[in-house]
Structure formats: structure tokens, C-alpha cells
């Protein structure tokens, strides 16, 4: 009887090589096309290197290099798709951006404009102070105002009647006064003559339009030159008898209307 010819198993395995060979080249042209989505040289050089390293190995040295490429290299190059992706979508809009820009500036300004309040009441306070020390008299005061700091100086205290010469006393008393309104002295500041109703006479002040406006440049040159307030941010206006802060029927009326006023603007 004629012996059956055993059959090689290694001849029944060897369709396995062609198939290995097969998905090898799959994988690796699939890599190349993801990458291919967004190129980057220096990767594509890398994929290219890593592709012809594959083909110079052994089937089973393939399927492991193939794996150990794809797995690392895959994520690798997704990955700046991924962050570009996530960028793009947590990007803010231009006027989502511009109004979160205004409103953080606007918090800013009202943060520093609550700061400038606090600081213009405590120098109001130490000048009121000051003043009471100095006895520049009852209608000498500050006070904070919507459009700064107000200091008002009796004239009583300051002139002699008719005149727009500081006196002595008065002139040492404004010296205490410097140094706090010194601290402002970045702000813009209008010194205001005023008088009462009482008509000028004199030669030197033919009105009280005249008298205020003497007066005026007289407190603010006693503070340039002590270097309380900036020459090229400070001004006068002169009054007269406009604007009373009292009436003028009475003489406690009128000594309250003839002031100069200092207004430091915010």
C-alpha cells in the first residue's frame, strides 16, 4: 500500500508571510496619510525615516516596529490638530474681547477713582485741621465736592479791608496750608476772587471785579511760590460780588461772600 505523503506545516503557514507583509504596508500608508492631514517637515521627515526602517525588517520585526510607530507617532501628530482645535474654539470673539477689555477698565477707573475720593477727604480733613490750628476763622473750610476738592479762605482773615496784600498772620497760616495741598499738586487748580456788594472805590480798584481778581492772584502766587500748586496747572477767575454764597443785607452775610476759593479739580 502506497504511504500517504505527510503534509509540511510549514507549507500550510506560508500564506502568513504575504499577509503580515500585506497589513504592514497598510498600517504604514495609513499613518502616512494621517499625518499627510496637516504636513509638518520635520515630522514627515521623521515618518519618512521611520517608513523606510520598516520595510528593511524582518515580517515580525515589522508588525512590531509598525505598532510601536503608530501608537507613539500617531498621538504625536494629532496632537498639534487637537491644541490648534482647542485654541481656536476657547479663542474669544474680537467683541467679546473688547467689551471684557472695557469692563475690566472700567473697574480699574472706578477702583481708582474710589481711591482719589478717600484720598482728597483726608486731605480736606487735615486742612480743615490746619485751619482751626492756624484761627483763619469760621468761614475757612474744606469740603469735597463733585468736581474735587474745595478750600474756602475767608477774606476777612487774609486782607484788610480793600486791599489785596496778604497780611502777615495770614500769610504764615497759608505756609501751614502748602504742604497739604502740595499732595495734589499734579491736579488742575482755579483760585476764585469774590466780594460782596459794597462798591470800589479806590484808585487801585475801581470794582470789586478788580478786588477779586487782585485778590486771587495774590493767594496764588503765595502758593506757586511755595511750590504748594504747579505754575502751568493753576488759573483765576474773578467774581466780584456775583455768585454770593449768603446774603449781602446783613454784615455776616457779606463777610461770608468776600472769599477766595480754591478748587482742586479731580
Same mark, same amino acid.
Given at each position: 500500500?502506497?504511504?500517504?505523503?505527510?503534509?509540511?506545516?510549514? %507549507?500550510?503557514?506560508?500564506?502568513?508571510?504575504?499577509? @503580515?507583509?500585506?497589513?504592514?504596508?497598510?498600517?504604514?500608508?495609513?499613518?502616512?496619510?494621517? #499625518?499627510?492631514?496637516?504636513?509638518? %517637515?520635520?515630522?514627515?521627515?521623521? =515618518?519618512?525615516?521611520?517608513?523606510?526602517? =520598516?520595510?528593511?525588517?524582518?515580517?515580525?520585526?515589522?508588525?512590531?516596529? @509598525?505598532?510601536?510607530?503608530?501608537?507613539?507617532?500617531?498621538?504625536?501628530?494629532?496632537?498639534?490638530?487637537?491644541?490648534?482645535?482647542?485654541?481656536?474654539?476657547?479663542?474669544?470673539?474680537?467683541?467679546?474681547?473688547?467689551?471684557? =477689555? $472695557? *469692563?475690566?477698565?472700567?473697574?480699574?477707573? #472706578?477702583?481708582?477713582?474710589?481711591?482719589?475720593? *478717600?484720598?482728597?477727604? &483726608?486731605?480736606?480733613?487735615?486742612?480743615?485741621?490746619?485751619?482751626?490750628?492756624?484761627?483763619?476763622?469760621?468761614?475757612?473750610?474744606? @469740603?469735597?465736592?463733585?468736581?474735587?476738592?474745595?478750600?474756602?479762605? %475767608?477774606?476777612?482773615?487774609?486782607?484788610?479791608?480793600? #486791599? +489785596?496784600?496778604?497780611?502777615?498772620?495770614? +500769610?504764615?497760616?497759608?505756609?501751614?496750608?502748602?504742604? $497739604? =495741598?502740595?499732595?495734589?499738586? &499734579?491736579?488742575?487748580?482755579?483760585? +476764585?476772587?469774590?466780594?460782596?456788594?459794597?462798591? *470800589?472805590?479806590?484808585?487801585?480798584?475801581?470794582?470789586?471785579? &478788580?478786588?477779586?481778581?487782585?485778590?486771587?492772584? @495774590?493767594?496764588?502766587?503765595?502758593?506757586?511760590?511755595?511750590?504748594?500748586?504747579?505754575?502751568?496747572?493753576?488759573?483765576?477767575?474773578?467774581?466780584?460780588?456775583?455768585?454770593?454764597?449768603?446774603?449781602?443785607?446783613?454784615?455776616?452775610?457779606? +463777610?461770608?461772600?468776600?472769599?477766595? &476759593?480754591?478748587?482742586? $479739580?479731580?
Amino acid at each position: 500500500m502506497r504511504k500517504k505523503k505527510k503534509k509540511n506545516d510549514s %507549507d500550510s503557514e506560508a500564506w502568513m508571510l504575504p499577509y @503580515s507583509d500585506m497589513l504592514t504596508l497598510l498600517l504604514a500608508l495609513f499613518i502616512v496619510m494621517f #499625518s499627510s492631514a496637516k504636513v509638518d %517637515d520635520s515630522k514627515f521627515q521623521k =515618518i519618512s525615516s521611520e517608513f523606510g526602517s =520598516i520595510m528593511a525588517l524582518s515580517p515580525e520585526q515589522q508588525n512590531h516596529k @509598525s505598532a510601536a510607530v503608530g501608537g507613539s507617532n500617531a498621538i504625536e501628530l494629532d496632537s498639534p490638530s487637537v491644541n490648534n482645535k482647542e485654541k481656536d474654539s476657547q479663542a474669544p470673539d474680537p467683541k467679546t474681547k473688547k467689551a471684557a =477689555i $472695557k *469692563q475690566e477698565n472700567g473697574v480699574k477707573g #472706578s477702583i481708582s477713582q474710589q481711591n482719589q475720593e *478717600q484720598r482728597l477727604k &483726608e486731605i480736606a480733613k487735615s486742612l480743615n485741621q490746619t485751619a482751626a490750628e492756624m484761627n483763619l476763622g469760621k468761614n475757612t473750610k474744606a @469740603s469735597i465736592k463733585s468736581d474735587g476738592l474745595h478750600l474756602n479762605l %475767608d477774606s476777612n482773615i487774609l486782607f484788610d479791608s480793600g #486791599s +489785596a496784600d496778604l497780611t502777615a498772620d495770614s +500769610a504764615a497760616a497759608l505756609k501751614e496750608l502748602g504742604p $497739604k =495741598i502740595q499732595q495734589l499738586k &499734579e491736579n488742575e487748580v482755579i483760585i +476764585a476772587g469774590y466780594t460782596d456788594n459794597v462798591p *470800589q472805590e479806590s484808585k487801585d480798584y475801581p470794582s470789586n471785579w &478788580e478786588l477779586s481778581a487782585a485778590r486771587a492772584v @495774590s493767594v496764588m502766587r503765595f502758593f506757586v511760590q511755595q511750590k504748594a500748586v504747579t505754575e502751568g496747572n493753576v488759573s483765576i477767575e474773578a467774581f466780584g460780588e456775583n455768585n454770593p454764597k449768603a446774603t449781602n443785607d446783613t454784615p455776616a452775610g457779606r +463777610a461770608k461772600n468776600r472769599r477766595v &476759593e480754591l478748587v482742586i $479739580k479731580k
